[in-house]
């Protein structure tokens, strides 16, 4: 693993796949031209919509959304998170989707949102996840990199499930991943804080691109893509507006952290 730059983006997307995608590139390309190599993009970062359009529309944005990711990858030869995006299910549902995809447009590891967000809110928003996404069923793995280090993949609503992340670091995580589109509402209280418990409690950097803004039928979301260090340090955080946090994954701040506050290696239960 080397020293390198990555940047969690921040976009307010709506129900225009043709738009998100533009804008996606727009922010890639300025993560790219500040030296980025492992960009990430938030949940939903390609559709933002209605339910129904979401699941009518799920084939094409599919489709669209995964040749964009290899294109992109390609083109600016980085690595890339793709995550939370439309893929058609059984039930007439989608899964939640999040992808990794290497510099020449291959995907490095795939993962279906295993925590849907069913939630009612005291603002009066009703959230029902699950209405049209189907589960998945099965933890994400950690694809090994050898200069960029261990990354896991999660999708937004699985941080309040420390289990998970826990699953990851055993199996070697070094680098978490958490795009989110995660409610206004919940944000300002939530967002920063269990972020930094998981980097705190796993030792591993957290990057976590975000949805901000108001998007369709008034959803506001909380913004402030953040980039945490082991530690819990907040590295980096892209404000309430679309842009980027970047900031540097340093293998030498991971091993310092991990020799000082051994918790990996004195766990009890599992």
């Known amino acids: 693993m080397k020293s390198y730059l990555a940047a969690a983006v921040q976009m307010t997307s709506q129900p225009n796949l043709e738009a998100n995608l533009a804008q996606a590139e727009e922010l890639i390309e300025l993560a790219v031209r500040r030296g980025a190599e492992l960009i990430g993009l938030p949940e939903n970062f390609s559709f933002l919509g209605d339910d129904r359009e979401k699941v009518a529309q799920a084939a094409t944005i599919a ?50 949102k295993v925590h849907l967000f069913d939630v009612d809110l005291p603002d009066g928003n009703i ?35 420390p289990e998970l992340y826990r699953a990851l670091s055993q199996a070697g995580a070094t680098v978490l991943f958490v795009p989110a589109a995660f409610t206004a509402f919940t944000g300002k209280d939530h967002w920063q804080v269990l972020l930094q418990a998981r980097a705190i409690e796993n030792t591993c950097y957290v990057i976590a691109p975000a949805q901000t803004g108001v998007h369709y039928a008034r959803r506001q979301t909380h913004g402030h893509a953040l980039i945490v260090d082991p530690w819990g340090t907040i590295l980096a955080d892209a404000g309430d507006r679309p842009g980027l946090a970047i900031a540097a994954i340093e293998p030498s701040r991971l091993e310092q952290v991990r020799q000082q506050m051994p918790c990996l290696q004195h766990r009890v239960f599992f």
């Open 63 to 112: 489709e669209r959304t995964e040749a964009f990711l290899k294109r992109m990858a390609q083109r600016f030869q980085i690595t890339l998170v793709g995550g939370g995006y439309p893929v058609p299910a059984t039930e007439g549902k989608v899964y939640n989707t999040a992808v990794l995809i290497g510099p020449t447009g291959e995907e490095l590891s795939r993962y279906q």
């Open 127 to 161: 959230y029902h996840e699950s209405g049209t996404v189907l589960a998945g069923q099965q933890l994400p793995s950690v694809y090994p990199s050898k200069e960029l280090g261990n990354i896991g993949l999660s999708v937004c609503y699985d941080v309040r499930f």
